[in-house]
């Protein structure tokens, strides 16, 4: 496919890598995050896996400079904003847009400039077709399922065309076939990039990531990073990846730890 | 059924309204009966439509002021805390002075013209225009705004293509209001000081005895509210497309 007509490889710039260093955070009046430091490498797709609620959403936010308490440092030094994409849990798609001025809608916003903003609506259209949207370009949101508004905002999100891609379970409202499809859409267009991708998947992050990381507990504990060899997105029926599969469910579920099993 | 409804609405009230005429035998300078009505507005179209212009045109000229400082107001409020500061405190008190209370001081002002009957119907739709917008600006969806933090949007954009259509819903009703309210403004300046509208003819009429054109002029009054309250309503629906009403309790 050509990756290159949609979207500069690796983001133009070398994509950096991060350092989060939270101190403490409360949620509720309880400790969310307390001592955390989380090392996201540069160029790379980390997955963040773990139970509903234990706090990768916000993990993400803070990761986005969205929540104060956290200090974020990219690996090249220079400032993270800018550089960011965001794609939250819910689509945030605007109603009173079309989908295709949805998907360019970061460049309005930033003012771009005329030309610009022609390029990147004649992308968001060929990006439409990828993903199985070609025929919703002058829909509103209003007109689409589900699955549909999260396949446009994941479209976006990849328009954004940032060199640091944060993605919380994008994939989730997907059905089976589009998922997959859409894991490898997004694999290939972000190769490259430092992506972090909240999942609740094992078999997800098994398929997307360098490097997977298990949170747990309260305060939040980090496993130390599990990598995963080959390039993704690896092939779902890999018998190695479903016996790594098994054994992160086991994990998650409450077994021992499970940092050199790959 | 959408049309008979109504028309079976009105039909049922001119028929109340007959009867009750008929059974109390009030003379006609009381209370005239619909058909005498009809005849008069029939006989001096000429004459109610001359006022039914002036007044149609206050409330158009007093609706688009109204909106149009009402919203520029909300956006000022919106975009600028200093504004917020300085002009909030003043919406307020615009809106504890009785309006019509100052009817006498805009005449005396702005003379027995239009300008004065504008003036009223702007400041009666002015602060429910300026308030429900505002409202609607400051509650846009905290995700909207975070994604346009992270987009690195201008603070310009954030207003004008987040902020502000995101409160369209919220303006809408302030609108529907304003339509609604407009026209009792344009006539409460009438009737204090002017020299043409509907306002003015029902109180020539009414001191005349001319019951009946007094009712005419009323009439076609409500009439003229009741079409700009529906003419807005569609605009503003059509408008604002993107959010369909949620089905009607049944």
């Known amino acids: 496919m050509p990756r290159a007509e949609l979207l500069r490889p690796g983001g133009g710039t070398p994509a950096p890598g991060i350092r989060l260093e939270v101190e403490r955070l409360l949620f509720d009046g309880a400790e969310l995050f307390r001592d955390l430091v989380l090392e996201i490498p540069g160029g790379r797709w980390t997955c963040l896996l773990g139970p509903s609620g234990v706090g990768k959403s916000t993990l993400l936010r803070l990761l986005a400079g969205l929540l104060p308490g956290a200090a974020r440092v990219a690996s090249d030094g220079l400032p993270l904003s800018g550089r960011i994409a965001w794609m939250a849990q819910s689509d945030l798609l605007f109603p009173w847009l079309s989908v295709l001025d949805n998907l360019v809608v970061g460049y309005r916003l930033r003012g771009a400039p005329r030309a610009l903003l022609a390029e990147k609506r004649a992308q968001a259209r060929s990006l439409l077709e990828k993903i199985g949207l070609g025929g919703y370009a002058e829909a509103l949101p209003a007109a689409l399922s589900g699955g549909m508004r999260q396949r446009a905002a994941l479209a976006r999100t990849l328009l954004e065309d940032r060199p640091v891609v944060l993605m919380d379970e994008p994939f989730s409202a997907l059905d089976a076939i589009t998922r997959h499809r859409l894991q490898d859409l997004a694999a290939e267009l972000l190769a490259g990039r430092t992506v972090v991708l909240v999942t609740h998947s094992p078999l997800e992050a098994l398929r997307l990531g360098h490097e997977v990381r298990i949170l747990e507990g309260r305060p939040v504990r980090l496993d130390p990073p599990l990598q995963i060899g080959g390039r993704p997105p690896r092939e779902a029926a890999d018998p190695a990846l479903l016996a790594l599969e098994a054994r992160l469910l086991a994990r998650l579920a409450g077994g021992d730890a499970l940092a050199e099993a790959a | ?250």
């Open chain 2, 1 to 250: 059924m959408r049309l008979a409804r109504p028309l079976l609405i009105a039909g049922g009230l001119l028929a109340l309204w007959h009867l009750l005429v008929l059974a109390t035998g009030v003379p006609p300078y009381i209370l005239p009966d619909p058909l005498r009505v009809a005849r008069t507005l029939w006989a001096r179209a000429d004459l109610v439509a001359a006022h039914t212009a002036t007044t149609a045109l206050e409330i158009l000229l007093g609706l688009f002021f109204g909106t149009v400082l009402g919203a520029g107001s909300a956006l000022l409020l919106a975009a600028s805390r200093r504004a917020r500061a300085w002009v909030l405190p003043v919406l307020v008190a615009s809106q504890a002075l009785p309006v019509f209370a100052l009817a006498p001081l805009l005449v005396l002002w702005l003379g027995y013209g239009i300008a004065s009957k504008v003036a009223m119907a702007v400041l009666i739709i002015y602060f429910p225009v300026a308030s429900t917008f505002f409202d609607g600006l400051r509650r846009t969806p905290e995700g909207w705004l975070e994604l346009a933090r992270v987009m690195d949007a201008r603070p310009l954009a954030i207003l004008l293509r987040l902020r502000l259509p995101a409160a369209l819903p919220a303006l809408a009703s302030g609108l529907r209001v304003a339509a609604a309210v407009a026209p009792i403004g344009a006539v409460v300046g009438e009737w204090v000081g002017s020299s043409s509208g509907l306002g003015y003819l029902m109180l020539h009429a009414n001191a005349r005895m001319q019951t009946d054109l007094l009712f005419a002029a009323l009439f076609v009054l409500c009439l003229l509210a009741l079409s700009l309250w529906f003419a807005v309503d569609r605009a503003l629906a059509r408008a604002i497309r993107w959010q369909p009403e949620t089905a009607h309790p049944t």
